[in-house]
């Protein structure tokens, strides 16, 4: 916790310079020990807000950063030998075994239950799909290296939404071997002006790398163009 705040702090030094008097919502800060305090707070709310999948009891959060906040010197080296050496190894093993396995058995019942949906159909290779509309099917791509224009919203299992090309405001083109296999393989499956549904198990998307990984991903897609490669011409 100590380096959490400590990594705040340095944060905080990036940022540039405030003024003596700065408001934060409807509270004035009158000085620059409310200023760093404030911007330290923001920070580490903001990233326990945004970690994903984890479940906490903010008291028990504020009660703990009281506790080594308000520690002697003395029962921080008691604390670093026993309490929070059992606290590290308890958050790594929880963020790279109990929640990359919670992830993993949430995809597996999810990929069950969609595949006896209506229009739902799933490929040699594990995909999962649903075209809802085929589009030109004279107008394909063919193959990984052809170029693709597409709309598209990428969500997870529980709809929250990490990627999209529509809140961007444009379109995004790339060749099908720049994406992950998932992609390569389902859009491939309509023509131009077609809209397929994807839903890609880990194994054809990030595998166990970074926040998307060990889970499902839901790709709504608008196919809006198709350019072929040099070899597919």
């Given at each position: ?9 340095v944060l905080v030094g990036t940022m540039s310079s405030c003024s003596n008097q700065v ?63 059992e606290a590290r190894e308890f958050f790594r093993n929880y963020m790279t075994v109990t ?135």
């Amino acid at each position: 916790m100590k380096k959490l705040i400590i990594l705040s702090i340095v944060l905080v030094g990036t940022m540039s310079s405030c003024s003596n008097q700065v408001t934060s919502g409807n509270k004035s800060l009158n000085s620059e020990k409310d200023s760093l305090s404030n911007a330290i707070g923001l920070m580490m709310g903001n990233q326990l807000k945004s970690t994903e999948d984890v479940d906490i009891d903010k008291n028990m959060v504020y009660n703990a950063m009281e506790k080594i906040m308000n520690a002697s010197e003395s029962e921080l080296d008691s604390m670093e030998k026993y309490e929070l050496k059992e606290a590290r190894e308890f958050f790594r093993n929880y963020m790279t075994v109990t929640v990359p396995k919670k992830k993993a058995e949430a995809s597996e019942s999810f990929l069950e239950g969609i595949s006896k949906e209506e229009g739902v159909k799933k490929t040699e290779s594990g995909l999962y799909y649903k075209i809802v509309n085929m589009g030109d099917e004279n107008v394909k791509a063919l193959c990984e290296t052809d170029t693709v224009k597409v709309n598209y919203v990428g969500t997870t299992i529980d709809g929250k939404e990490f990627d999209s090309s529509i809140k961007r405001g444009t379109p995004a083109t790339f060749s099908l071997n720049r994406v992950i296999k998932g992609w390569t393989e389902g859009v491939q499956l309509v023509g131009k002006g077609g809209k397929i549904i994807l839903y890609i198990p880990s194994e054809l998307g990030y595998g166990s790398r970074g926040r998307l990984g060990n889970q499902t991903l839901i790709f709504d897609i608008d196919l809006l163009d198709v350019m072929p490669s040099v070899e597919n011409k």
